[in-house]
């Protein structure tokens, strides 16, 4: 242990744990490093724990800070040292990067002598430049006080417990999910190295390899090394695989297979493992211990963790966990690779502030036959806030894969997730045919024109898909031309010709932490408020009647949300009568188009073989997904896709149903005029209100998925019993009586779409509930313990409140933030006829 362990502990006021410290060797350096699971044996209690962690952030937020601007002025002499050393040498790519090209190579170097700031990354300059470098210094400290405000209050009355909820409530772990697809070859790999600036971290190159399993990048924020934490599938689900595998490949050994992609993944994946024992074996003896002692994790259903020093290195060791390698290269014969038992892999980078609040997801394209992968790929996918669709620029409008890809998730993206955007990035923007004679600024200005001609045949194929413009508008669908390669080096285009940087700031846009710290400053502020105002007991003599206005608006404000509620309801009442008429009408040519897909047997009987052993779904190595419940579905989804966009829009800033929670408003501002003395109490409920708001955005973000795909969902659960009996028949006759089977299962399950329907309207009319009941029940209680409670045991907070209001008038919260109240009288009329009716409030017609 070293003076300044001992010097910090004192100073947090943690002396006790010095001998701790000592004992356990903890110096400076091990002390900024230490991870969670590390903190929770070292401080076994909870509240010196707490503190621990909160000042050790603050620690290391603070000297990241401070060497910051050093580390910028070493980057930049390093760069200009290496200009003049060796202008032109390959090896100084990366730290030119971001100059314009040019074949003047003295204009260059004299504009880096002259001003070294142009060296600086976009994202670098903007964190130096802009309030967002000063706002997370305002948000350490902000948490820093309310980390001591909270230690300060008791659990002895219901009022202290009420306000320590509401400070731990304050943090929010905000995290966008940006989902990115493509086939294999594309180039995302690459794309993503030279977004984060890493680029040997995933691997990239090979044409015989392709990424098998979910890759999570995001920002190493516990340590200085580079990580991968790899989860496995279970060893139940891996025997349960192995078996399927044995019995797919027997019952089609004597079927055509070179031709069939599923018998090849099914050998891929056996291959992968047991090379060529698997051949020999039996499932049951393919399960031995023997075969999983370099991944014991695996078997102790553990995660297994890589740590390293460098992107290089990682990369390396993580490799075969999450690739798989058709041809095995020179030297690797006996290698094994694990990744068909791996479920997802999260690679974190550290000194990543791009990552800071950021995910980039590389996603397998179709999904995964086994059921847990399966789950976790459409919950990552419903999650995606913006979707990127990587694809080689060669006929990239024309790209057959790419647009599969996209419109076999635009239903899980768009009305059953959460997307805003849609990126469509073509890669390797800078490679020309027959550039060989060309000089320097013809290449540039023939990649430029070519460019250009693909984002308008992108944009133009993007308008001609119908099933993808159901979910999202020509203003969410952007086109961007990139070039890993021209980025790095810089020989024919600028950095921001490359558009790699027009991904790195938006990716800097979703990272923004100004909306995480106005929301945490003003919620501190609004808590800080009540708990002074409690304490200053001013308002006794008006409690009654601020409550009873407070309990007016409130009653106000319901009746509009439960008016606009119902109009959603019986518009989608409506929408779902037609689409079972419909449906009722046309499942009998759907399941002929389907059952004989225009072929009269032949290898049509291994397909409908694994749609229905996997519950009418069947996900082909290569080629489109096959849903037959989708298909069933797709008329009753056909008829409320587009009601369904305009009551619950991912890319509207006016919210769900209409933006009537956004207008929701107890209507503070006047009687903080009316009643000064209660001012205090009623800046918390308007904070509050507002951080209600932003709860229910979240439950309904998350209930409107589960609302959209209750349709397909019934539809499987209703025809699973049909495709288990079909999935039992073998040997002669077999396609004729799995056909039969699922068309009469059908015929006599056809009230399945009312039934769908009904369920659909039951989590619409529950979601409905949750909403009014939700806000009438938070706010009553924040406006009832604000003033009906006694507050005399709580702390003196006056010199935090005035240093946090201090913060909150420095964010100067924007106009958006402010409520406004214009239509405010004209919803009296919708109250009155409300309370008329003699219902309860909350409820719903």
Known sequence: ???????????????????????????????????????????????????????????????????????????????????????????????????????????????????????????????????????????????????????????????????????????????????????????????????????????????????????????????????????????????????????????????????????????????????????????????????????????????????????????????????????????????????????????????????????????PGNGDCNKSRDQMWKGIVGDCSTVWIVTDINRAAAEKEAWEILESVSSLIGNGGECRQIHFICTKSDLLDDSDDLSRADIHDRIVIRNLQAKDGVRKEFNKRSKIKKHFTDDSFKVFTVSSKEFLKGKHLSP?????????????????????????????????????????????????????????????????????????????????????????????EKLKSFLYHGKKGGAFHGVLKCVVENGGIHKPKNGTLINLNMKLASCLTDSIDEEFRKTFPNDSECGAFNGVIKTFTLNTDPLIEKYKNAELQLRFLKTEEKKMKAKLNRIIREQKKRVYSSLTETIENIMEEGYKKAAEFRGTGMLYNMRETIKNHVHSKKDMFEQAKNTMLEKLHSLMRDILETLEETMKEAFELSFKTDGSSLPDVSTELGMVKKCYDELAATPDDEVSLTGFADQVETAETWTQTGLPRGSIV
């Open 1 to 363: 242990m070293d003076d300044f362990v001992r010097n910090k502990l004192v100073e947090w006021g943690l002396s006790e744990l010095v001998e701790k410290f000592k004992d356990e060797q903890i110096d400076a350096e091990s002390l900024r490093v230490l991870d969670d699971r590390e903190i929770d044996n070292l401080i076994p209690k909870a509240g010196p724990r707490v503190k621990f962690k909160n000042n050790l952030k603050l620690l290391k937020e603070h000297e990241e800070a401070a060497g910051l601007v050093q580390e910028e002025q070493n980057s930049n002499q390093e760069t200009v040292n290496s200009v003049q050393c060796e202008q032109e040498h390959e090896e100084a790519a990366d730290v030119v990067q971001v100059l314009p090209s040019t074949s003047d190579t003295g204009k260059r170097k004299s504009d880096v002598q002259s001003n070294p700031s142009r060296l600086q990354s976009p994202a670098k300059q903007q964190r130096l430049s802009m309030p967002g470098f000063e706002e997370s210094i305002i948000l350490s400290d902000v948490k820093n006080t309310m980390t001591f405000v909270h230690a300060r209050l008791n659990d002895q009355d219901k009022l202290s417990a009420f306000l320590k909820k509401k400070i731990s409530d304050l943090e929010t772990d905000k995290r966008e999910l940006v989902g990115v697809f493509g086939k294999t070859g594309a180039g995302k790999s690459s794309l993503i190295n030279a977004i984060i600036k890493e680029k040997n971290l995933l691997p990239s190159g090979s044409v015989n390899a392709c990424t098998s399993v979910m890759t999570k990048v995001e920002a190493n924020t516990r340590s200085s090394k580079y990580e991968a934490e790899i989860e496995f599938i279970t060893k139940e689900e891996w025997k349960d695989e192995l078996w399927s595998f044995r019995q797919f490949l027997d019952n089609n050994e004597n079927q055509e297979k070179e031709g069939d992609d599923d018998y090849r993944d099914a050998v891929e994946k056996l291959s992968a493992l047991y090379r060529e024992e698997w051949k020999e074996k039996s499932s049951e003896n393919l399960m031995e211990n023997k075969y999983f002692k370099e991944i014991p994790e695996f078997l102790q259903s553990r995660r297994k963790i890589l740590r390293c020093e460098s992107a290089n290195e990682l990369s390396a060791k993580f490799v075969k966990y999450t690739r798989s390698d058709s041809k095995q290269e020179e030297g690797n014969e006996g290698k094994k690779w694990f990744w068909p038992l791996v479920k997802c892999v999260t690679v974190r980078v550290p000194n990543k502030p791009l990552l800071q609040h950021v995910t980039l997801v590389d996603l």
């Open 496 to 588: 921001e010709e490359t558009e790699i940087t027009k991904l790195q700031g938006f990716l800097q846009e979703l990272n923004d932490c100004h909306s995480e710290t106005v929301n945490y400053v003003s919620g501190a502020y609004g808590i800080l408020s009540l708990i002074q105002g409690a304490n200053s007991g001013g308002v006794d003599d008006k409690k009654g009647e601020v409550c009873e206005e407070l309990e007016r608006n409130m009653i106000l404000q319901l009746a509009n949300i439960n008016k606009k509620t119902e109009e959603t309801y019986t518009a989608f009442e409506k929408c779902l009568d037609d689409g079972v008429e419909k449906s009722k009408g046309s499942y009998g």
